[in-house]
């Protein structure tokens, strides 16, 4: 929910722009398989993130309009030197960056000035009160098979532990759930 609020709060998207997702790192053949996403790259697995942003050059052709971060770090760095002019960042996350000791810096902010991009973070709580019309507008859709979700299931509270951890290492593939009973 705070996803989809933010994005189009943040950063109205207009139909032909260009965006880039950042999300979680384990997900490469479920987006580019199953959900037709036109490419996909797990981060941690990229030794050079601006390379690899231009690699897909056809998705890209005049750079990122809108950048949704949920991985911050090296990953914003490299998508600064790849954003359009008047470029749009929504940042909802930074999850390459939460259990480093010294997070990472930011190299590249000047291209956030000579590039005119607007950055701006969010939170779950600057959303809340949208929640039962995110309902309203998505519940159809996921009825009708329009959007799919996946969601992976940890069984019993005693699992919950390393479900988090595997979070933060990308092992889950979609949201992360710790079945504590059964209804």
């Given at each position: 929910m705070t996803a989809y609020a933010g994005f189009h709060e943040v950063c109205s998207p207009k139909k032909g722009e260009y965006v880039f997702v950042s999300a979680a790192s384990g997900a490469v053949d479920l987006l580019k398989n199953r959900f037709g996403f036109d490419d996909a790259f797990?981060?941690?697995?990229?030794?050079?993130l601006d390379a690899t942003l231009k690699r897909p050059?056809?998705?890209f052709p005049e750079g990122i309009d809108i950048y949704f971060d949920n991985v911050g770090g090296k990953t914003l760095d490299a998508v600064l030197l790849?954003?359009?002019?008047h470029g749009r960042v929504a940042v909802c996350g930074m999850?390459?960056?939460y259990n480093l000791d010294q997070p990472e810096g930011i190299k590249n902010m000047m291209h956030i000035m000579f590039k005119r991009i607007h950055v701006k973070g969010f939170s779950f709580y600057d959303y809340h009160h949208l929640y039962p019309k995110f309902l309203d507008t998505v519940l159809p859709y996921i009825k009708e098979g329009k959007i799919v979700y996946v969601e992976d299931i940890a069984?019993?509270?005693?699992s919950g532990s390393a479900a988090l951890v595997g979070l933060f290492k990308g092992r889950n593939i979609g949201k992360q759930v710790v079945a504590v009973a059964q209804e």
């Open positions: 797990n981060y941690n697995e990229e030794h050079d050059i056809q998705y790849n954003m359009r002019t999850i390459s960056q069984e019993g509270l005693e």
